[in-house]
């Protein structure tokens, strides 16, 4: 569960970043 919950939060972690860069870029 604790390894799970970590992964997803990683992974929004790392999509919210790119995603932010994205927008900044474009």
């Given at each position: 569960g604790k390894v799970r919950?970590?992964?997803?939060?990683?992974?929004?972690k790392l999509r919210g970043k790119a995603a932010r860069i994205k927008e900044k870029r474009y």
């Open positions: 919950r970590g992964r997803l939060y990683y992974l929004r």
